[in-house]
């Protein structure tokens, strides 16, 4: 069977895990990734934003600043497991920053890198979920609960937002998409999340966010 595989732009941030389902606000500053996002932009090309395993080391006195390129993209290593979508510009300032939001549309799998300089593209797979026999009512126990917690964490700490938060909206969302798109309103350990994206099936994603939730672990 042939794999169909997906090129597109890696933009490796340390502890920064992007889920399908949300929208990842960025502010671009480094010239080679407001290259990038120009290029996505006018190609149509996806971005993905990826957590990362080591941070990048400074340069060594002496490098051409194309040596110190290539150090840093062998030692600055984004994870396998990412997600990506269309980049959307909303703000430029007179220095060439940009605003960008991206829309997060799928999770993919690396297979290959296809460029490494100025800035990665790889080909990837699209990562599904397993196929799983497992009950409506065990998924949605864990999406109500999950959802209830959310509802007492925003009437602790922010009560004047509860109104904005519909919980019925949440619990009418098939459990894969909630299990990604409650990532809009969550934040955890990046290497949990991590963790939590690279997990194929709904009902132990689930699982892991009830149970680190209930913890403490937000």
Known sequence: MTISLIEVALFPIPSMVAFPGTVMPLHVFEPRYRQMVTDAVEQDRMIAVCHTKKEIRPA??????????????ATYQPFDVF????????????????????????????????????????????????SEIVSDDELKQYQESITNSIVELIGRHNPSKLSEFDSEEWLELPPTEFSFKIFQLLRFEADIMQSILEETSKLERLKMVDSIIHSGGT
Request: proline share 2%; glycine share 4%; aromatic share 4%.
């Open 60 to 73: 060594r006195d002496g490098q051409t600043m194309q040596d110190a390129l290539k150090n840093n993209q």
């Open 83 to 130: 997600s990506a979508g269309a980049c959307e510009i909303i703000d430029k300032t007179n220095d060439g920053r940009v605003y960008i939001h991206i829309s997060m549309s799928k999770r993919l799998q690396l297979i290959h890198e296809t460029q490494t300089l100025p800035y990665r593209i790889a080909a990837c797979s699209e990562l599904e979920d397993v």
